[in-house]
């Protein structure tokens, strides 16, 4: 079963633009959500992670359990946020659930 | 650097064959995961290890196993390979602080089936 679900596979938007990209996930038990980066030719790296309730390089994600939902936000767009974005779930002391990513892209 | 570390960097190989992928999690580190990403599917979880033990399994085919030593090392055995597993390698290494876990990645194995 799916359980991280990113429904853009690329999203492009204008520098100074805000940018959402949207995960959704199903779990019954109370889930550990994260989103990852992934800069060309560079390994993916932890961006921020819900229980944290962190704001990291502008992004911040809000867990909505009524929607199961964990968007990233951020108000507005550099060039240095073009990535692959892939959002997580975890499952404690266990494996990680990944999205299959969203390809964003800055235009200058 | 996140600390993990993974060779080879690169392989190429024919069908048929079989190789052998290797990571080093981060000092402290139990788990280890194995992840597959290619372009149409994403970051596939295969596998994860703690303190040597298979904990947990995702969408491994029985043509690849792991294992994960007793100095915390972990191998991923890939083989009668096929084009369709042309992809990128990742493991990670989770810490775990209280409820919170993190994964640390590796830089990854690019690897070429002809």
């Known amino acids: 079963a799916q359980r991280v679900t990113q429904p853009e596979k690329l999203l492009s938007v204008f520098k100074g633009a805000p940018v959402e990209l949207k995960c959704n996930y199903s779990y019954s038990g109370s889930p550990e959500l994260f989103w990852y980066v992934q800069y060309s030719r560079q390994r993916l790296q932890l961006l921020l992670r819900?229980?944290s309730r962190e704001s990291i390089k502008g992004f911040t994600a809000d867990l909505n359990k009524g929607e199961t939902s964990f968007h990233l936000k951020k108000p507005f767009a550099q060039e240095e946020d073009s990535a692959m974005y892939y959002c997580?779930?975890?499952?404690?002391?266990?494996?990680?659930?990944f999205g299959t990513g969203t390809s964003l892209t800055v235009i200058p | 650097d996140s600390g993990v570390t993974q060779t080879p960097k690169h392989l190429i190989t024919a069908t048929g064959q079989r190789v052998t992928l290797r990571c080093s999690p981060r000092?402290?580190?139990?788990?280890v995961y194995w992840y597959q990403q290619s372009l149409d599917q994403g970051l596939q979880f295969l596998i994860q290890y703690y303190n040597g033990e298979e904990r947990a399994k995702g969408n491994i085919l029985e043509r690849f196993s792991a294992q994960q030593f007793p100095d915390l090392h972990s191998e991923l055995n890939l083989s009668s390979l096929e084009l369709g597993d042309s992809a990128l390698y990742f493991c990670?290494?989770?810490?775990?602080?209280?409820?919170?876990?993190?994964?640390?990645f590796g830089p990854g194995t690019r690897l070429l089936v002809l």
């Open positions: 997580a779930l975890s499952r404690t002391g266990n494996q990680f659930y």
């Open positions: 990670a290494s989770s810490f775990r602080a209280g409820r919170q876990e993190t994964q640390y």
């Open positions: 000092s402290g580190d139990l788990s």
């Open positions: 819900h229980i």
